[in-house]
């Protein structure tokens, strides 16, 4: 495998699903020399509702839903039609999901790494928007839930990527930055008194082809979630 499980502490079902939807980015990347996970929240909305399906739970992308808008603006109506990112069924309990996708530079430069707040205001946007169709979701007796896909690289331009020693700084780089990114979402858990859900897959080899010289290297990528009971 190019990438390896670093945490995976979502429930049974959920866990089996988010495995299998790493190794189908595996497998693409294998075949592709490229990352499905780096890709649009509808690249792996679809991805993780293939993985449902392969181990036996029922999914569904673009399920049409009604969502709640609270603005306060006067003349505009407080209900529209919308679409849920994803429908999952594990077992007897089905979960619609608000989906959101982020990708951060995984450097000692960056201001947008796995160590800083953004993937947590991620979360915390997702379940503010799951949130806003959590009545109508009760009321046909389904959970709601709140994901983001997320993806690390190394831009081809980052200290990292030059030097006799940068393997070696690579692999410190996303052995800190995946200690990070499970740090800041426990103080994300302990914030907002939720179990924040996380898996990570990343790099087991840190050699870059020289093929990749003007390309991204992807380094790790993972699912964050919450989870309504």
Not at 94 to 101: F, G, Q
Not at 142 to 150: E, N, P
Not at 159 to 188: C, F, Q, S, V
Request: with cysteine; proline share 3%.
């Amino acid at each position: 495998m190019s990438f390896e499980r670093i945490v995976n502490n979502f429930p049974a079902g959920w866990r089996k699903t988010v495995d299998t939807w790493s190794e189908l980015n595996n497998r693409y990347y294998e075949h592709n020399d490229d990352l499905p996970a780096w890709y649009v929240e509808n690249s792996n909305s679809a991805l993780l509702s293939a993985a449902a399906w392969m181990n036996g739970y029922p999914a569904i992308c673009e399920m049409d839903v009604e969502k709640k808008s609270y603005t306060g603006t006067r003349g505009r109506p407080r209900s529209y039609a919308g679409r849920m990112d994803i429908e999952i069924q594990f077992d007897n309990k089905v979960y619609w999901i608000e989906a959101k996708r982020r990708a951060f530079t995984l450097s000692q430069n960056s201001n947008y790494s796995f160590r800083h707040s953004f993937l947590a205001s991620s979360v915390k946007d997702a379940m503010s928007n799951a949130r806003q169709c959590r009545d109508v979701a009760h009321g046909f007796g389904v959970s709601m839930a709140s994901v983001v896909f997320f993806s690390g690289h190394i831009e081809s331009d980052a200290p990292e990527r030059r030097g006799r020693d940068a393997p070696g700084r690579r692999a410190k780089l996303i052995h800190d930055e995946t200690a990070a990114l499970k740090e800041n979402m426990k103080a994300l858990s302990d914030e907002i008194c939720e179990d924040v859900y996380h898996a990570i897959y990343a790099r087991n080899d840190v050699d870059i082809p020289r093929g990749w010289t003007d390309y991204h290297w992807p380094a790790a990528f993972g699912i964050c979630a919450i989870l309504d009971s």
